[in-house]
């Protein structure tokens, strides 16, 4: 089997009916996709496959041989946030983490086809994905910050190391601190 | 015991009927939906897969009043591309992710569950006077979806579905409002060349056809009237998604919801 | 105050969103071994006869474990409070629910160790099992417990028991009497994290174990009890949690992986799978509780009778501690003078019980709220009314002998009512929770606000 994850071809051994989730994280160490249900009931094993969200739990390896395959990893690193991580992370629209680089793929999936989708069609389109923490309402509120483009430099600027790494700001003007 | 490597990976159609020959031993895979989680979990043992993916079963064509659908078509693609009722119980199913993976076929052919029922495409499909084009020991053959979902998919590879582009459709559900929610009861109706036809999904382990409803119709009933045929056709039970208490006080309303919007 | 009403950016945010958070399934250590359960597929049965010999002869298996493997077997999560222990961590002569561990295999991989779990053979005999609290109390049902149908060690005592006042000159005194019985039923946790844990044997003997409990400390002390090991020779590594919710305060995974770690000399990993998840784990305890309230025609709470079933599952865990939080708040955010409370910890055939978001008071909350609505229902008086008037206030005293200095319910019905736009009486807008004095000082509440008198528990331990 040979695919291209992250932008780099790889030619992998796991077993063509092993599923794609067990591929990324037991062969090529890629432990962004959780393995939460091995079901398709949770959406927090979801890559993208050729742009479009998928349930790598589901996937078998055999149906992605030549295809592409891009993993929270690729999207942004520390220091370097891409719009939606940076949005999720200034939001809070997360907690444990467990769910959210599947919301966070999805999500840039989404924005992909729709740059300004309503409340009802993020609902839609995210559905899959189960949170048990947040109660989704950061969450909703941080996919609509990312599609607005409201996304604070410090916060793309997050997690950098090194001598220019920002402190972080306390963010609401008039707050005690 | 199970083998994930033998895997055949046929690349037309016809290849795919010879893979899958009178079917004994081999373990259909089109989008994996229903057939992977077994895998892992070990309730399903595959000595040797046909992995559908790239034999080339996933176009719809629609033309002369026909819709032919390839089996392994996702279920995401009859959301635009097929008719009514079809479409909208298409949406219906899963989520975006689930609904770009599992397939028509898969759908048509997926066994129920000892807790619920699954293959809410069927009832569509019933409406639609849909036709089942199949390979297996016998060679090649088409049958009505009465008689496809009657025998069971054992022994037989399903190529592709042939139906009737109607002159009407209508249907109408409960669903639950969250995620990955299988139907709790649907009811699709449409008009065909062969008549108007009624079926209803979520009420027993397949879908089926609500021909007392369709006979009432035919005697003239109105909709809220030939509605309460609807216990005819079904007994439905209690499953882990709702009761069947409580599916026999919805069902008569939605049958009659289905046949006002067909109207 | 840096922190209160500023927005700080979350310290674990950023490893969240580019994937980088190591969760204990994320740890990688080549050589790990992965572990599966032969589990219980009856709720209650005698264990006749277990073979793993296939299992052990298995290409690619490593170990397998059983209740001869575990030094110390059977232990208590409250065997620090003297509470004597009850539950094996692997099943020995009998199951009592199902899901319950048997056998557990480290393999290869995790197909490999399930098919190893299909060559064990066990005979069981299958026995009665009991589901329902209820009439696992009845005076002729067959305790399958060793202590019999209740746990019997809250001190001296088989209840959880709370007597304060006069609880029968209350309901001599009462216009009416309202009954109610409530029924809450088990609720899975739900982590989208499974239980995981991780066990690495080093090469000075010690164990590092990869965990996700929310209770490190006390999931620490829980495998050095089962291995007979003194704690220095463990290190835990743990905090990274995907979720718990009262479902990760048990000690699930460690203790396995550790006993199939050095029986392979192998790392050891152990997965649940969703199902396990649901059908295995513990979960929010079923509970039947039944409550009588002596009431005024005027909407004044003067005493309560109540009984509790809570339901364990087939061992105690925590559940005297959860039925002990119970009794405390057992009259919800309202002073009731006169007391009567006896909570008992019900054993059943169900996968044991343990914490889960507000441990124990989820449940009387959700019944003494209803019961609330039903007394006003039934004196045909206002319901917001019926709470601020028998609202806790500074001063009083609780069903646990707390005097109040701050108590909370006044303000947060008041807050209540403004926001759903409801009307409510002119004296009953300007209500405050300072001191109890003139109207809402009647002759019933004196003895329950103006000494530390009337009020007896039985002790606070479990
Ligand atoms: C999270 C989630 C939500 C879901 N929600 C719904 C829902 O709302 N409604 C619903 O109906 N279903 C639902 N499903 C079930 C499933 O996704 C669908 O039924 C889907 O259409 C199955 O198609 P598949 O291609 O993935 O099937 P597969 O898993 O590939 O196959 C299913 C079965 O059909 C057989 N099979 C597949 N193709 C053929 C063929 N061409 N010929 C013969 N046999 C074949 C397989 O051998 C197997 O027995 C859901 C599943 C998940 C995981
Ligand atoms: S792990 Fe794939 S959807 Fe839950
Ligand atoms: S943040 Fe914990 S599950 Fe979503």
């Known amino acids: ?177 | ?263 | 105050m840096k922190a209160v009403g500023a927005r700080l950016p979350r310290y674990d945010g950023v490893g969240h969103v580019t994937g980088r958070t190591r969760f204990v399934d994320d740890v990688r250590i080549p050589g790990t071994l992965w572990a599966k359960a032969l589990r219980s597929p009856h709720p209650h049965a005698g264990i006749k006869r277990l073979d793993t010999s296939k299992a052990e002869k298995h290409p690619g298996v490593h170990a397998v474990i059983t209740h001869k493997d575990v030094p110390r077997n059977v232990y208590g999560h409250l065997e620090a409070l003297g509470v004597p222990a009850d539950e094996p961590l692997l099943a020995d002569d009998d199951v009592r629910y199902k899901g319950q561990p048997i056998a557990v295999v480290a393999a290869e991989d995790e197909a490999t160790a399930l098919e190893a779990v299909e060559l064990i053979e066990v005979e069981f005999e299958e026995r009665e099992p009991v589901f329902d609290i209820r009439k696992a109390y009845d005076a002729d049902a067959k305790p399958f417990h060793q202590w019999g149908p209740a746990f019997p060690h809250f001190g001296p005592y088989a209840s959880r028991r709370i007597r304060k006042g006069d609880v029968d000159d209350a309901f001599e005194r009462a216009d009416v009497i309202v009954q109610g019985v409530y029924r809450p039923q088990a609720i899975e946790q739900l982590p989208i994290e499974p239980q995981v844990g991780l066990s690495v044997p080093e090469p000075d003997g010690r164990l590092t174990i990869y965990s996700c409990t929310q209770a490190m400390y006390f999931s620490m002390g829980v495998v050095a009890a089962h291995l007979e090991w003194p704690l220095n020779k463990l290190k835990f590594v743990g905090g990274t949690v995907g979720g718990g919710f009262g479902g990760k305060v048990d000690t699930a995974t460690e203790t396995i992986t550790a006993l199939l770690a050095l029986k392979a000399n192998r790392p050891v990993k152990w997965r649940w799978t969703r199902e396990e998840e649901f059908l295995c784990s513990s979960t929010r305890a079923p509970w039947h509780m039944e409550l009588a309230d002596a009431v005024t025609s005027d909407g004044w709470l003067l005493g309560r009778k109540m009984i509790t079933l809570h339901d364990a599952g087939a061992y105690t865990r925590f559940s005297s501690y959860g039925v002990t939080k119970h009794s405390f708040h057992h009259t919800g955010a309202y002073t009731i003078p006169n007391l009567r409370f006896d909570g008992y910890v019900i054993y059943t055939n169900r996968s044991p019980t343990s914490a889960m978001r507000g441990f124990g008071v989820t449940s009387v909350s959700y019944a003494v709220e209803i019961h609330m609505n039903r007394i006003a229902e039934t004196l045909g008086i206002d319901p917001l009314e019926l709470r601020l008037k028998n609202a806790n206030r500074i001063g009083d005293l609780t069903a646990n002998r707390v005097r109040l200095s701050d108590p909370s319910t006044v303000p947060v019905v008041l807050a209540a009512a403004d926001r759903i736009g409801y009307e409510l009486g002119a004296e009953f807008k300007q209500m405050t929770s300072e001191p109890r004095s003139g109207d809402l000082l009647p002759d019933h509440l004196l003895t329950s606000v103006a000494r530390d008198g009337g009020a007896e528990t039985d002790g606070r331990g479990a």
């Open chain 2, 1 to 263: 015991m199970t083998n994930l490597t033998n895997v055949l990976v046929p690349t037309s159609a016809d290849d795919a009927a010879a893979a899958f020959g009178d079917g004994s031993g081999v373990t259909v895979v089109a989008g994996g939906t229903i057939v992977m989680p077994d895998i892992k979990l070990g309730r399903l043992c595959p000595e040797r897969t046909l992995y559908l993916g790239r034999a080339g079963l996933d176009r719809i064509e629609r033309s002369g009043g026909m819709c032919r659908i390839g089996a392994a078509t996702p279920v995401s693609a009859l959301v635009d591309g097929a008719p009514e009722p079809l479409a909208t119980f298409a949406a219906h199913v899963g989520d975006r992710e689930v609904r770009g993976q599992a397939t028509i076929g898969g759908n048509l052919c997926a066994p129920a569950t000892a807790t619920f029922s699954r293959g809410d495409l069927q009832a569509p499909l019933l409406t639609l006077d849909a036709r089942i084009r199949s390979a297996g020991s016998t060679g090649e053959r088409t049958d009505s979806i009465e008689d496809f979902l009657a025998a069971g998919p054992d022994g037989r590879l399903v190529l592709e579905i042939e139906v009737d582009e109607p002159k009407r459709a209508a249907s109408a559900s409960v669903r639950r409002p969250h995620a990955h929610a299988y139907t709790i009861l649907a009811v699709a109706a449409a008009e065909t060349a062969a008549g108007i036809r009624v079926a209803i999904a979520g009420a027993g382990p397949r879908a089926v056809r609500a021909t007392s409803v369709e006979q009432a119709l035919a005697d003239g009933a109105s909709p809220e009237d030939a509605g309460q045929k609807a216990l005819d056709d079904v007994d439905p039970q209690d499953d882990a998604i709702a009761s069947g208490n409580y599916r026999r006080q919805v069902l008569p309303a939605l049958v009659t919801r289905a046949l006002g919007d067909l109207s």
């Open chain 1, 1 to 177: 089997m040979r695919l291209t994850v992250n932008g780099i071809e790889r030619e992998l051994s796991t077993r063509p009916l092993d599923t794609l989730l067990n591929a990324l994280r037991e062969e090529l160490g890629i432990t962004s996709p959780k393995a939460g249900c091995q079901q398709g009931g949770c959406g927090a094993c979801t890559v993208l496959i050729d742009g479009e969200p998928r349930r790598s739990c589901l996937t078998p390896l055999v149906a992605v041989d030549g295809a592409t395959v891009t993993t929270v990893e690729a999207l942004g690193e520390p220091g370097n946030l891409s719009p939606v991580q940076a949005a999720f992370y200034e939001q809070y629209g997360l907690q444990c983490g467990f769910c959210t680089p599947g919301f966070v793929l999805a999500t840039t999936a989404m924005l992909e086809r729709n740059a300004n989708p309503s409340r009802e069609q993020i609902l839609e389109e995210l559905v899959g994905h189960v949170c048990r923490c947040t109660g989704y309402v950061k969450i909703v509120a941080a996919v609509e910050a990312a599609a607005r483009g409201d996304v604070s430099e410090a916060a793309l600027e997050a997690g950098a190391t090194g001598p220019s790494r920002r402190e972080p700001e306390v963010l609401v003007p008039g707050s005690p601190a």
